[in-house]
């Protein structure tokens, strides 16, 4: 068992900046490709980003490109998610998952969910 908690949501306003962080436990001997997604109130849940183990590979949602950074500390069983430039389409509920492969993540085959943080963005 593989078990994720997220951490660093919170309320932020149009133009700013926050950092969240998926720190994992149990069975993290195995290696994952670990991801974010988000989903809003009466929203299907969205892919945001991805990263191969050991961070060499980085994938991103189109509406993410450019302002997200999904980096990873291996050592510390921690990938994070770094925002910026956030807006209020932004806002949601962020899930940290992991699966074996990074086209796992892609395909949404998601072996382990967070519990999820909410992000706000305030106009």
């Known amino acids: 068992q593989v078990q994720l908690a997220e951490s660093g949501g919170g309320l932020v306003q149009t133009g700013g900046s926050l950092r969240l962080s998926c720190a994992a436990s149990?069975?993290?001997?195995?290696?994952?490709?670990m991801g974010w997604f988000r989903q809003a109130p009466g929203k299907e849940r969205e892919f945001v980003a991805a990263?191969?183990?050991?961070?060499?590979?980085?994938y991103y949602g189109d509406s993410v490109k450019g302002r997200f950074t999904i980096s990873r500390n291996d050592a510390e069983n921690t990938v994070y998610l770094q925002m910026n430039s956030l807006k209020p389409e932004d806002t949601a509920v962020y899930y940290c998952?992991?699966?074996?492969?990074?086209?796992?993540?892609?395909?949404?085959?998601?072996?382990?969910w967070g519990q999820g943080t909410q992000v706000t963005v305030s106009s």
């Open positions: 990263v191969s183990w050991g961070g060499g590979m980085q």
């Open positions: 998952a992991a699966a074996t492969t990074l086209e796992l993540v892609r395909a949404r085959r998601i072996a382990y």
């Open positions: 149990g069975r993290t001997s195995r290696t994952y490709a």
